[in-house]
């Protein structure tokens, strides 16, 4: 039997590393994938939206992964109220995933999961007293790079919670990794002041963008990526740039970003906006750097109108 050069190269890194380098996140094969059995999915959802008593902002990220003969899962939630400010919902954190599922989101005892983006997606939380009903998700963006994916998409959404009924929107953030797994493996670099957005636009629909410098999983998800929906029509942003032109100083040796400035241009428009962030939550200190969720609200210009931005704002610095 005739062996490749690339074929005993990945024998060779398996048997010296416990952790592969991340340049097999791009170029592993499905065969190789087979015998390591090392790999990371993650599904996240950010929902924006309002009834009579004001705006909720809900976000949940699913990850789950393999690594061997083992299985993991896991939820991060939050969930804001613009009367009550920041809620404590059950749910975060690691748990069991005893049916070995990553394709899909394995249940827990906090939330259990319905359908799919094809047809629309139900999230129910009856310890949180909470349930997301979602419409089809448009997928909007959807990178390969070897076996590797990151999509994204939005869609209409409602969301039930205590006695309040609210209509709004949703973004969706998938991301599948083969030869990776960040819920049983370290790795360094994987973040470098990532800036995302997960916006709605005047009611009419979303803008999404993240700016980030770090080069691990440049080659899939870029360094800056957004998308704006208007009135059901979604476009990629093109000639993007940002500037976090604003920022605050951190308990730490680094700096929170409190005011984006930027333009791109979609559907041979030319657009203009500026964010602030408000409501910020700061859930990570690592002195170097932060994790923090805010709630941010800007305005998107064009030639003819002033649309009003309000969403969710992700900092991992």
């Not at 799919?116 to 997301?132: A, C, H, R, V």
């Amino acid at each position: 039997m005739k062996t490749t050069l690339a074929a005993i190269t990945f024998l060779l890194v398996s048997a010296c590393s416990n952790t592969p380098p991340k340049e097999m996140i791009f170029s592993i094969s499905q065969d190789q994938l087979s015998q390591l059995q090392l790999s990371y999915y993650s599904d996240y959802f950010s929902f924006v939206g309002w009834d009579e008593n004001g705006a909720v902002a809900f976000a949940l990220d699913n990850n789950r992964g393999q690594d061997g003969d083992t299985w993991q899962a896991e939820h991060f939630v939050v969930l804001f109220d613009e009367q009550l400010g920041w809620q404590s919902p059950h749910g975060n954190g690691a748990y069991d995933n005893p049916g070995e599922i990553l394709v899909t989101i394995p249940d827990s005892g906090h939330f259990t999961f319905k359908g799919g983006t094809d047809s629309g997606i139900e999230i129910n939380s009856p310890i949180n007293k909470l349930k997301l009903t979602t419409a089809p998700i448009n997928t909007i963006i959807d990178n390969k790079q070897g076996l590797s994916q990151y999509k994204l998409g939005s869609a209409e959404a409602t969301l039930q919670w205590e006695n309040r009924v609210l209509k709004g929107r949703v973004i969706h953030e998938y991301l599948f990794l083969p030869a990776f797994n960040r819920l049983t493996r370290s790795y360094t670099g994987i973040f470098d002041d990532f800036h995302g957005i997960y916006a709605t636009v005047d009611n009419m629909g979303d803008f999404y963008f993240h700016s980030q410098k770090s080069d691990f999983l440049a080659a899939l998800t870029g360094y800056d990526e957004g998308f704006l929906v208007i009135n059901g029509e979604a476009f990629p942003l093109t000639e993007f740039s940002v500037n976090a032109n604003d920022r605050n100083q951190a308990l730490g040796l680094y700096r929170w970003p409190v005011q984006w400035k930027g333009m791109f241009k979609t559907h041979n428009e030319n657009f203009e906006f500026v964010i602030n962030m408000q409501q910020q939550n700061n859930i990570a200190n690592w002195v170097i750097g932060g994790f923090a969720m805010g709630i941010i609200s800007g305005e998107l210009k064009t030639k003819n109108a002033v649309l009003k931005i309000f969403g969710l704002g992700e900092l991992i610095i």
